[in-house]
């Protein structure tokens, strides 16, 4: 089964040329040419969520703030007439992932969400979790990279699928420990690009790729890089990643 897979940081501060309501049409219009089946997002705020329950009106969520009073999320949003939710959850990037709660130096509360999920087509499942690793903490990133180890490989033999902002580059500890578990479609899809995925001036050309989908058990047949601008504006200070793969 072909499933299209996007995620997409969608920037919670606001710019000149990135005010809400500007990139909230980029935004749709992405959506709109890609036509995912899976989007994992990150910084998604009060105002986004309500973008999104109008605009990705076709879509079931998986949805859980951060913080009780921390209101950004790393939802995860899927076609709800081809899959359906099994089981899902969430867990804080920390030592104690139960409950709320900051990773070692972390800036940020950071959570992972997953969800199984069952394909409507041939009744298959796969487990599809989204995150947001920390910007300020290496240590936190490490830990958040192997508790997403832990937590997918205890769930073996059924494919699964990785997205994120990881906030680090490919050579870096924590994406090679991921990469010890799973796939960077980047590397392994039949067409690929070698665009960058993250400017650090919103506007200006990209100067690194720290966002992700990662896969276990599904074969990625094209990776793209995606930005829907107006001008110099884009969608985000983070352009899509856009997999489409055979789960």
């Known amino acids: 089964m072909k499933v299209k897979i996007v995620t997409q940081n969608v920037m919670c501060w606001n710019t000149k040329g990135g005010e809400y309501f500007e990139r909230r049409e980029r ?3 992405l959506f709109r040419r890609l036509d995912p089946d899976l989007i994992g997002a990150q910084e998604v705020t009060e105002k986004w969520r309500s973008y999104f ?9 998986v949805f859980r703030y951060r913080g009780e009073k921390d209101h950004e999320a790393t939802p995860l949003y899927y076609k709800k ?12 990037l920390s030592e104690t992932p139960e409950r709320e709660s900051y990773g ?3 800036g940020c509360l950071r959570t992972a969400i997953w969800a199984l999920l069952r394909k409507k ?10 995150t947001h690793l920390d910007n300020s903490s290496s240590e936190a990133r490490l830990l958040g990279a192997r508790l997403l180890r832990d937590f997918i490989t205890a769930r073996s033999g059924i494919p699964a699928v ?15 420990s991921v990469k010890e578990f799973m796939d960077d479609s980047r590397l392994i899809a039949e067409e690929t690009t070698e665009s960058n995925t993250h400017s650090s001036t919103f506007g200006k050309p990209a100067d690194a790729s720290i966002d992700y989908v990662f896969v276990r058990g599904s ?6 890089v995606e930005k829907e601008c107006d001008g ?3 969608q985000s200070d983070h352009y899509a990643v856009c997999v489409e793969a055979e789960i």
């Open 27 to 29: 935004m749709r219009r």
């Open 53 to 61: 329950d109008e605009d990705l009106a076709d879509y079931g969520c």
């Open 81 to 92: 007439d081809r899959f359906e939710v099994v089981e899902s959850g969430v867990f804080w």
């Open 104 to 106: 070692p130096g972390a």
């Open 121 to 130: 087509e041939d009744g298959g499942v796969f487990l599809f979790v989204n």
């Open 162 to 176: 990785l997205t994120g902002d990881f906030n680090d580059d490919s050579f870096s500890a924590p994406i090679g």
């Open 219 to 224: 074969k990625p047949l094209r990776y793209s």
């Open 232 to 234: 110099p504006y884009a």
